[in-house]
């Protein structure tokens, strides 16, 4: 009696995985390796590095959430609203 539920709960799995991997997995590609921005404080350019797992985790279950973790302007100016994320 078991057996059909544990074949309908691995299919469920696996449609899950199916559908949620790739969009893993290109959030992560997305958002991984530094990045060349234009600082919106000063309009100079900028190097920023993202938290890549954090924006493909987030991304599994709804939209990304960019969270810098490094910055070519920090720490004089760490404090800033990072604005710059969504130029990527």
Known sequence: MNSPFLLI????????LYVELPVVT????RYRGK?????PENDQPATIEV??????TTAGIGRPVVKLVR???WPEHEEC????VKQI
């Open 26 to 29: 290109e959030a992560f590609v």
């Open 71 to 73: 910055c070519s302007r």
């Open 9 to 16: 709960a691995a299919l469920a799995a696996l449609a899950v």
């Open 51 to 56: 938290a890549a797992k954090y924006a493909a």
């Open 35 to 39: 990045k060349s921005v234009r600082c």
């Open 81 to 84: 609203g990072q604005e710059c």
